[in-house]
């Protein structure tokens, strides 16, 4: 029988329900690329599509700045919890709204808002809550959970109507608010979750200078550009696979679930990388990431061939998702030392999503003006310029220095 000691125990118990927290938060988010094709062959446009989901980045990147400030003060039964429950009631109301243009809209922006109030508390308080190692190994986890929302999604879409994923995914998302709170307050009472860990231990806390000595704007960059490829290129990924390669639509749903779930298995892929080929040198695993990612976009523009395309573009998709494993579940819950985890992550976010809602609503314009193979090599040109941005400059001149 297996015998976990006090800290696995806790980091099982508070690992298990932030991933499902966030598998439930995953789902929702991705519902609307999963339906896009179903939508588009209703009478709805690409365009207003573009829109709306830009609106619910847009409110979600916003959200993520202020929710993630709040985060910091408040505790994460509270902001999980209601996060969840009201963004399970606004889901529910879209597709009844649908028809009233400006309600639908606000609607599903307001989803975006809510479901911001989850990730950087979630994250502080793993990080206070946990060991380092544990730590890492849990946001490995929710980051594996938000991974298979798309293929979730995808698989209620082929099932059910587009009304019946929205529907269906604000149960979920309600159930799982009343859940995590009771779980997080139980929790609480017994210790299993801490709170007042963070503190920095470098300067005095509130000092902003601490992050910029912990390479925040490095790392804003590559939020933003690791942002536009796995929210906006991933939003698009049904669509490319059923206009650009000529799938049909239940048959690119199918190859879309499979292939998020293929995605799904990034996090433990560039974690073993980072581990085991790099030894624990994060800056040359983001390095290494965004090089794969863009030889493989270029891949992806040259090779016609739909069945390889489609390995192309997913390889290219999960290289540059294991930069964002890094930034995500490496350096943010590492900062617990500045005690700005909650803020500094909000932002981080704030800036990836805010940049995957300016890319949403070009790539809905660019497709009909330069087309989708064209569209392919601006996102090389993205994951190109991030292996310019991932070089660690300061810690070169630093070596050369000494």
């Known amino acids: 029988m297996l015998h976990l000691s006090h800290n696995a125990k806790v980091a099982v118990k508070i690992g298990t329900l932030c991933s499902i927290a966030y598998f439930a938060v995953y789902i929702a988010r991705n519902i609307m690329s999963a339906v896009t094709p179903i939508m588009v062959n209703a009478g709805y446009t690409k365009e207003y599509i573009g829109d709306v989901s830009s609106l619910f980045l847009v409110m979600y990147a916003v959200g993520q700045l202020i929710n993630g400030m709040i985060g910091d003060r408040i505790r994460a039964n509270y902001m999980i919890g209601f996060g969840l429950s009201l963004a399970g009631v606004t889901t529910f109301l879209f597709p009844f709204l649908i028809e009233y243009t400006f309600g639908a809209t606000l609607v599903y922006g307001m989803t975006g808002f809510f479901l911001s109030m989850i990730y950087g508390p979630m994250t502080k308080v793993v990080a206070e809550s946990t060991e380092p190692l544990y730590t890492t190994r ?16 995808g698989l209620l879409a082929i099932f059910l109507s587009w009304q019946g994923v929205f529907v269906t995914s604000s149960i979920a998302l309600v159930l799982m608010g009343v859940l995590v709170f009771i779980f997080f307050a139980i929790f609480e009472k017994s210790g299993v979750v801490r709170y007042g860990q963070s503190h920095a231990r470098d300067g005095k806390k509130g000092d902003i200078r601490i992050l910029l000595r912990h390479g925040i704007v490095r790392f804003s960059f590559i939020s933003i550009l690791t942002g536009i490829i796995r929210t906006s290129v991933v939003f698009w990924l049904p669509t490319y696979i059923a206009q650009y390669l000529s799938f049909g639509e239940e048959r690119a749903l199918a190859i879309f679930s499979v292939a998020t779930i293929v995605i799904a298995t ?48 997913v390889l290219a998709i999960m290289a540059s998702g294991g930069a964002a494993t890094m930034l995500w579940s490496r350096y943010c819950p590492g900062l617990k030392e500045t005690g700005f985890v909650s803020s500094a992550t909000g932002f981080l976010d704030f800036l990836s999503y805010s940049a995957a809602a300016l890319a949403n609503l070009l790539f809905s314009r660019a497709i009909d003006t330069i087309g989708w ?3 392919v090599l601006i996102w090389c040109g993205l994951v190109t310029l991030g292996i310019f941005t991932s070089i660690p400059y300061r810690k070169i001149l630093k070596k050369k220095e000494t």
């Open 266 to 313: 990034t996090s433990f892929i560039v974690i073993f990388v980072y581990e085991k080929v790099f030894h624990l040198d994060m800056d040359k695993t983001i390095l290494s990431m965004f090089i794969a990612s863009s030889i493989f976009f270029l891949l992806t523009f040259f090779v016609r061939m739909p069945a390889l395309n489609i390995v192309f573009v």
């Open 373 to 375: 193979r064209w569209l």
């Open 138 to 153: 849990i946001s490995l986890g929710y980051t594996f959970a938000s991974f298979l929302g798309s293929p979730a999604a």
